[in-house]
């Protein structure tokens, strides 16, 4: 049994071994969890429902706290399936239950699934009576789809965050202050930069419309991952700072390479980078995947993108990676194009142009025949201090 204060329980499941959430851009190296909250007053409340294919084990650890017969309210607090996928089978479960969620949620869900159920729509400052304790809703479009919505139990101090402030990380932990602060930490930001970047501007205003609303908050209860229990501001403040699209001094170097070449143009433009003081990380994008670029350039100031050229265009997997980049929304950044090439040029042309279609400011370009010789390498060099001047 978990408990997260007085009468209030977490009651979701652990999956262990996802690997590849929703598609296969964001690899979950490990794991996550699908949070669900009961609330056990004299007319219980359950907060969110599980992933599809988990309803054994949900079940069993409702059980643990009360017969699900006798719970009176199911909270939707979001449509998207790793929250609602177990919603017919929980229906007729919770047969005495009244359901509640967004309208855009109500649309949604009739959709995707066969449901017997009436969903009792609700809105901002909608509250319900438990007993002892109230659940206040507060929609957040946006965070993560244009249904979701938070609830908050005031009596408790607790924010159901859904999947704001969440992070993928399969534990048996019930709070993020029992995991090594490092671990918690990039689990936090890896799950924004993946999940919630392109949406920072909404974001960024419905945390501003929250904070308004003076809510006392001790714990931040989100639908993936540990609760956030001590300095829930923290989290807050951090979330504050990544919409905003704030940068570091930091430059990332991503790069796809057939024979090595464009492979020795990155590593000189990290040594270049590095001489002037420049945080650099270089990746080739054939070995790491697209979750774990995002965490890096999530607050990088400067893109800098490489491409051997085939057939006049940049190689596949750097194209797939731009595409994904794209859909980010990155703002405030710099670019650097690059490339080696054999008997014609393409790739890095077509790179600059990627970059700047989605904002990227391109600071400078640089290109070699099969292998780079020294002119070649300074021309790398000249380009790599061209950014670090700019990015003073
Ligand atoms: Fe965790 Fe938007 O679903």
């Known amino acids: 049994m978990k408990q997260i204060t007085s009468s209030v329980y977490s009651v979701g499941v652990i999956d262990w071994n996802i690997r590849n959430f929703?598609?296969?851009?964001?690899?979950?190296?490990?794991?996550?969890?699908?949070?669900?909250?009961?609330?056990?007053?004299?007319?219980?409340a359950l907060i969110d429902v599980v992933h599809k294919g988990f309803e054994e084990e949900f079940i069993k650890n409702i059980r643990e706290i009360i017969e699900p017969e006798k719970i009176v309210h199911v909270i939707l607090n979001h449509l998207e399936p790793d929250h609602s996928g177990s919603i017919e089978y929980m229906a007729k479960v919770c047969k005495n239950a009244k359901f509640y969620g967004t309208a855009k949620l109500k649309e949604g869900l009739e959709k995707?699934?066969?449901?017997?159920?009436?969903?009792?729509?609700?809105?901002?400052?909608?509250k319900i009576n438990l007993g002892d304790n109230t659940l206040t809703f507060v929609e957040v479009p946006m965070v993560h789809w244009p249904d979701s919505m938070m609830t908050y139990c005031a009596e408790k101090k607790v924010l159901f965050s859904n999947d704001g402030f969440g992070q993928h990380i399969a534990t048996t932990k019930i709070f993020a202050d029992e995991i090594e602060q490092g671990l918690i930490d990039k689990a936090a930001k890896k799950y924004y930069a993946n999940i919630l970047w392109p949406l920072g501007t909404m974001i960024e205003r419905k945390i501003n419309d929250i904070l308004k609303m003076n809510l006392a908050v001790d714990y931040i209860a989100p639908s993936?991952?540990?609760?956030?229990?001590?300095?829930?501001?923290?989290?807050?403040?951090?979330?504050?700072?990544?919409?905003?699209?704030?940068?570091?001094?930091?430059?990332?170097?991503?790069?796809?390479?057939?024979?090595?070449?464009?492979?020795i143009m990155a590593r000189e433009i990290v040594r270049a980078l590095s001489e002037k003081n420049i945080e650099a990380k270089m990746f080739d994008v054939a070995k790491?995947?697209?979750?774990?670029?995002?965490?890096?350039?999530?607050?990088?100031?400067?893109?800098v993108i490489g491409s051997s050229t085939h057939d006049n265009e940049m190689l596949a997997y750097i194209a797939g990676f731009l595409h994904f980049l794209k859909?980010?929304?990155?703002?405030?950044?710099?670019?650097?194009?690059?490339?080696?090439?054999?008997?014609?040029?393409?790739?890095?042309?077509e790179i600059a142009e990627k970059l700047s279609s989605f904002g990227v400011e391109v600071v400078a370009q640089a290109g070699a025949k099969f292998k780079p010789n020294e002119a070649e390498l300074k021309a790398c060099r000249d380009a790599a201090f061209a950014l670090a001047e700019k990015m003073k």
Do not use: C
Request: hydrophobic residues 35%; without cysteine.
């Open 22 to 44: 929703h598609g296969n851009t964001f690899i979950t190296k490990n794991g996550a969890t699908y949070n669900s909250y009961l609330i056990n007053d004299k007319e219980p």
């Open 112 to 126: 995707y699934y066969n449901l017997d159920i009436q969903i009792n729509v609700v809105k901002t400052g909608d």
């Open 224 to 263: 993936h991952g540990p609760v956030w229990r001590k300095n829930v501001n923290d989290i807050i403040e951090k979330y504050l700072t990544w919409t905003k699209n704030s940068v570091a001094n930091k430059a990332v170097i991503v790069y796809e390479t057939m024979w090595g070449s464009t492979e």
């Open 288 to 303: 790491t995947d697209f979750a774990e670029l995002a965490y890096e350039m999530l607050d990088a100031k400067a893109f």
């Open 327 to 349: 859909g980010m929304k990155p703002k405030n950044r710099l670019g650097l194009a690059f490339g080696s090439y054999g008997w014609a040029g393409g790739a890095v042309k």
